[in-house]
């Protein structure tokens, strides 16, 4: 996300929680043994469709690779 932020901040934009995505990240990486591991799995079950869906559309905003 960060690096989408990057190259195309107005597709970043239309990624739901985009800005919590990469703080979760973070926190994934850096802090794993402090985790919530209910949280985590709650998180990915409740905003996994709907960011699936936006990185989707996301997608179709850059051309396809040669």
Do not use: W
């Not at 960060?2 to 195309?8: E, G, I, P």
């Not at 919590?20 to 469709?49: C, M, Q, T």
């Amino acid at each position: 996300m960060s690096n989408l932020y990057k190259v195309a901040p107005a597709v970043a934009e239309t990624i739901p929680h985009a800005r919590d995505i990469i703080g979760f990240r973070n926190i994934l990486a850096h802090g794993y043994a402090e985790l919530d591991h209910s949280k985590v799995y709650s998180i990915a079950i409740v905003n996994a469709p709907e960011l699936l869906v936006a990185a989707q559309e996301a997608l179709k905003k850059f051309p396809a690779p040669p």
